[in-house]
């Protein structure tokens, strides 16, 4: 479980979070929406223990990410996968050893022992569970902006992440490319049986993977509830998602995900 009480965070004098709370269940998919600017890949970045709050504090399971160093922060940072904004892959490193790379260096899958002489089947498998079979040997630099998305997945999904936290997983794509990564965070959310967070400000995708949907803006949490609910309410930026979707939320539903 996460959860984050009266974070504050502030560069000089932008405050960018200001007292945010939110509880995120286990096994569940929380979207947090939020304009560009609005703070979601700083909220993020508090979760995984990267940025530490002014004041407020986030507790992931029993561990105060603010306040872990060193070994015992690397110890809990085991249990995330982190799919970055820009993907974050290797450039100089081919696809099967970007994925392959945390297998190598910590030899762990799912917390538990994984051995050197497993680890090819794994990136293979991992490849095909997003769709890029037969890609071991490519560089990053020939992946188009769709295959980058599923290589980073893959890099994340193979160690079995109790927690994946996906920073933006469709920015830049086509609505159709978006439309199977969107199903893919799915699929593998399912797969892990884990917790997992999108930051997005795509809200066909939202609206199709989310469990609850949480509002970010003005360096708090405005609204949190389940898609249909979330929709329904008043707030004049999820007015102007509405007008986004035409409306008519039941329309732009493509999973068979009850909602
Ligand atoms: N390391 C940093 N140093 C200084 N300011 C930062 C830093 N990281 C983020 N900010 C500022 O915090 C604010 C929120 O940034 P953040 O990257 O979280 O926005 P975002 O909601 O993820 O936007 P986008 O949708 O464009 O990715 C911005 O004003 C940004 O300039
Ligand atoms: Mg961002």
Redesign the pocket.
């Known amino acids: 479980m996460i959860r984050i009480k009266d974070l504050c965070k502030s560069?000089e004098n932008?405050n960018?979070l200001k007292n945010l709370n939110l509880e995120i269940n286990d096994g569940e998919i929380v979207v947090i929406l939020?304009k560009?600017?609005?703070?979601?890949?700083?909220?993020l970045k508090h979760i995984i223990g990267l940025l530490k709050p002014n004041s407020g504090s986030v507790f992931v399971d029993e561990h105060d990410m603010g306040k872990l160093c060193g070994r015992a922060y690397f110890k809990v940072l085991k249990s995330f996968g982190m799919i970055f904004?820009g993907g974050a892959l290797f450039d100089s490193l081919s696809v099967g050893e970007n994925i392959a790379f945390y297998l190598v260096e910590h030899k762990l899958c799912g917390g538990k022992f994984f051995p050197k002489s497993g680890i090819k089947k794994a990136v293979k498998d991992a490849l095909k569970s997003v769709g890029l079979e037969g890609t071991e040997d490519l560089y990053p630099s020939s992946l188009s902006g769709g295959m980058k998305k599923r290589a980073s997945i893959a890099r994340s999904v193979i160690y079995q992440p109790k927690y994946t936290l996906y920073d933006?997983p469709t920015t830049g794509l086509d609505p159709v490319t978006a439309m199977t990564i969107g199903n893919l965070i799915l699929e593998q959310h399912k797969r892990l049986n884990g917790t997992t967070v999108v930051?997005s400000?795509d809200i066909y995708t939202t609206i199709n993977i989310a469990d609850r949907i949480a509002l970010l803006e003005n360096g708090i949490i405005q609204v949190i509830d389940s898609p249909k609910k979330f929709m329904s309410n008043d707030n004049q930026t999820i007015r102007s998602f509405n007008k986004i979707i035409g409306g008519n939320i039941d329309n732009i539903v493509f999973n068979d995900r009850k909602i």
């Open positions: 560069f932008n960018v939020g560009s600017g609005s703070g979601k890949s700083v909220l904004q933006e930051v400000h």
